[in-house]
């Protein structure tokens, strides 16, 4: 448990690492990948700002962890559908054209936070996970 004093927002992709990354066993992946990932009795997700040996990672993952699930972190602090388009304009046979603004698609808007160790928490989405639609991809760690 972190006290919220603590934390420090990272409200845009340029403020999350670039690697973010979460630590776990194998044999929790088939249910992880299923439902995503949740804080397990804790306030927040943990997250590594990076895999293990890497400069500047103390803390955010456990050594013993055999799997390791990178994290789209700008696309799950922007939401899912990402910047929003908008409809086209202009003349079509002659007549002006009506611009349309279609209604945007649900936005997830993930926050993401730092705290004192380093460690990169988030409270996940409405339901309180990281859904797997944010999931990069997954690395082997031990055999």
Known sequence: ????????????????????????????????????????GRTHIHLAPGLPGDPG???GMRLDSEIAIIIDGPRA?????GPQRRGGGGRRWGY???????????????PFFR??????????DATGRLPPKYFLRVLQLRP
């Open 1 to 40: 448990q972190v006290p919220a004093l603590e934390l420090t927002p990272l409200r845009t992709p340029e403020a999350l690492p670039p690697t973010l990354a979460h630590g776990t066993r194998r044999r929790l992946w088939a249910p992880i990948r299923a439902g995503g990932l949740a804080p397990m």
């Open 57 to 59: 990672v103390r803390s």
């Open 77 to 81: 602090l922007a939401g899912e559908g």
């Open 96 to 110: 002006p054209g009506i611009r349309v603004t279609p209604p945007a698609p649900p936005a997830d808007g993930i």
């Open 115 to 124: 705290s004192a160790n380093g460690v990169i928490l988030t409270p996940g």
